[in-house]
């Protein structure tokens, strides 16, 4: 049984509010790779990640400014379907 807890547009809602998630989530997961490879190398204590910075700052430019100018219409069009979808509401975990 499949329940939908956004009734109408429901691809439209996800693209809207979660718009490049997975790409942030991507430039994320090759930091933290890359974290781990110099901790691996060089040992705990990492005391030099300018290249490592300058690498992620690469890809975090490509994906991060079109997450910033699609977070304002994601926040109002969420808050909308908050107001208005109490399954939504009931998902999140808020009762009100």
């Known amino acids: 049984m499949q329940i ?5 547009g429901v691809h ?6 979660f718009s490049n998630i997975l790409d942030l989530r991507e430039c994320n997961q090759t930091l933290l790779v890359a974290m781990y490879v110099r901790r691996r190398e060089r040992g705990e204590v990492i005391s030099r990640i300018g290249g490592i910075s300058l690498n992620a700052a690469t890809e975090f430019r490509l994906a991060y400014p079109v997450y910033m100018e699609r977070l304002p219409g994601a926040e109002k069009r969420l808050k ?14 808020v009762w009100t």
């Open 12 to 17: 439209e809602f996800i693209e809207e509010v």
């Open 4 to 8: 939908l807890v956004i009734q109408a």
């Open 80 to 93: 909308e379907e908050m107001e208005t979808n109490s399954d939504l509401r009931v998902f999140f975990g």
